[in-house]
T-cell receptor, first 114, second 111 residues
Framework: DTEVTQTPKHLVMGMTNKKSLKCEQH?????MYWYKQKAKKPPELMFV???????INESVPSRFSPECPNSSLLNLHLHALQPEDSALYLC?????????????FGNGTRLTVT | QQQVKQSPQSLIVQKGGISIINCAYE??????FPWYQQFPGKGPALLIA?????SEKKEGRFTISFNKSAKQFSLHIMDSQPGDSATYFC??????????FGTGTSLTVIP
């Protein structure tokens, strides 16, 4: 088990649905990330939150909306997605108060858009 | 532009053999080089990491070799086991900035 917990594990949604992905960590990390991963590809950075403020948005379409309610939680709100958005969505955290802190990933949410 | 180039794309090794995965980079500002292991249906997990002031780091059967002048680093898995079959990603970071991942290597260890 990882120290970064993501729910749900699997999600199937239609293109008109609204859903949310959730991520939680209790390691005291103040940097949290959303990545998108397609099959047999590396994770692609979507968003970075640092101290609960959005610090990086990698030109992600507005149908993806991140939220960081507090230092332990990270949400990704989904609306009007396209079939090509089907992927594994990974949450990660890192301890940005420590030099050379690695990313700690959750096991992801497998999203299918129909 | 791919910041970190990784090879090979796939690798098949006999049980007990040595698996070697190579990565190369251009940005000399990178100061942290982790390797991640990912099993199907799971997120990537940190395997081992190195800083550029060290030429080699070993943890159990896993060794990173780092060549700063050539801007290359590699992962060696000694005595490869079927349980090592996974996808491996190298990565590089300038401290405080985002991580750049290699394209991944799918390793299969056959009994």
């Amino acid at each position: 088990d990882t120290e970064v917990t993501q729910t749900p594990k699997h999600l199937v949604m239609g293109m008109t649905n609204k859903k949310s992905l959730k991520c939680e960590q209790h390691m005291g990390h103040r940097a949290m990330y959303w990545y998108k991963q397609k099959a047999k590809k590396p994770p692609e950075l979507m968003f970075v939150y640092s101290y609960e403020k959005l610090s990086i948005n990698e030109s992600v379409p507005s149908r993806f909306s991140p939220e960081c309610p507090n230092s332990s939680l990270l949400n990704l709100h989904l609306h009007a997605l396209q079939p090509e958005d089907s992927a594994l969505y990974l949450c990660a955290s890192s301890n940005d108060r420590v030099y050379n802190s690695p990313l700690h990933f959750g096991n992801g949410t497998r999203l299918t858009v129909t | 532009q791919q910041q970190v180039k990784q090879s090979p794309q796939s690798l098949i090794v006999q049980k007990g053999g040595i698996s070697i995965i190579n990565c190369a980079y251009e940005n000399t500002a990178f100061d942290y080089f982790p390797w991640y292991q990912q099993f199907p249906g799971k997120g990537p997990a940190l395997l081992i990491a190195i800083r550029p002031d060290v030429s080699e780091k070993k943890e159990g059967r896993f060794t990173i070799s780092f060549n700063k002048s050539a801007k290359q680093f590699s992962l060696h898995i000694m005595d490869s086991q079927p349980g090592d079959s996974a996808t491996y990603f190298c990565a590089a970071q300038v401290t405080g900035n985002q991580f750049y991942f290699g394209t991944g290597t799918s390793l299969t260890v056959i009994p």
